[in-house]
């Protein structure tokens, strides 16, 4: 892939109907060695290591009015990754001719849960166990005479059913 720098107008433009954020970045960053002169397009953040196989996925963010124009031909474009524009904005700008391109942006979605017991928590056994320890341990008042305020009779067994006394 050759994505083409153009400082004087600052884009980036791309050959291709399918890119990713990091390459961009990249290719910017290489050609930015030899030009020097020109405002930096990025700002990153992210790619941290969280240990285990795991990193925080990195955000690149166009600066300096630099924007991403894609190839000359009517097509989809396929952006992978996160590429913003530092506070807001559009990141990708039409083309020079008539062209219909559809940009589709592919965001990854990444979640980290984070355990603060060190475990995996109680099983509902050990929930139940425990609430049926409070229980026998707790005095519940009850009174079996009575039934929300009316006194009852009745033992509550076959042939003696409780009833309004």
Same mark, same amino acid.
Do not use: C
């Given at each position: 892939? =050759?994505?083409?720098?153009?400082?004087?107008?600052?884009?980036? !433009?791309?050959?291709?109907?399918?890119? +990713?954020?990091?390459?961009? &970045?990249?290719? &910017?960053?290489? &050609?930015?060695?030899s030009n020097p002169e020109w405002?930096? *397009?990025?700002?990153?953040?992210?790619? #941290?290591?969280?240990?285990?196989? %795991?990193?925080?996925?990195? @955000? @690149?963010?166009?600066? $300096?009015? &630099?924007?991403?124009?894609?190839?000359?031909?009517?097509? $989809?474009?396929?952006?992978?990754? $996160?590429?913003? !524009?530092?506070?807001?904005?559009?990141?990708? !700008?039409? +083309? %020079?001719? +008539? @062209?219909?391109? $559809?940009v589709n942006y592919t965001v990854? !979605?990444? =979640?980290?849960?984070? /355990?603060?017991?060190?475990? /995996?928590?109680? +099983?509902? /056994?050990?929930?139940?166990?425990?609430?049926?320890?409070?229980?026998?341990?707790?005095?519940?008042?009850?009174?079996a005479k009575k039934m929300n305020?009316?006194?009852? *009779?009745?033992?509550?067994?076959?042939? #003696?059913?409780?009833?309004?006394?």
């Amino acid at each position: 892939m =050759a994505i083409a720098i153009d400082g004087a107008t600052k884009r980036i !433009v791309l050959d291709s109907a399918s890119v +990713t954020a990091a390459e961009i &970045w990249s290719r &910017w960053v290489d &050609w930015h060695a030899s030009n020097p002169e020109w405002l930096l *397009a990025f700002r990153q953040v992210g790619g #941290d290591d969280l240990g285990g196989g %795991l990193s925080i996925p990195p @955000y @690149y963010f166009l600066l $300096n009015g &630099w924007r991403v124009r894609p190839m000359e031909s009517a097509h $989809n474009l396929t952006i992978t990754g $996160n590429l913003f !524009v530092d506070g807001g904005g559009v990141p990708v !700008v039409s +083309t %020079l001719g +008539t @062209y219909q391109v $559809n940009v589709n942006y592919t965001v990854p !979605v990444q =979640a980290q849960g984070i /355990s603060t017991t060190g475990g /995996s928590g109680a +099983t509902p /056994s050990e929930i139940a166990d425990e609430i049926m320890a409070r229980l026998g341990a707790t005095f519940i008042p009850v009174d079996a005479k009575k039934m929300n305020g009316a006194t009852i *009779a009745g033992t509550g067994q076959p042939g #003696d059913l409780w009833r309004g006394a």
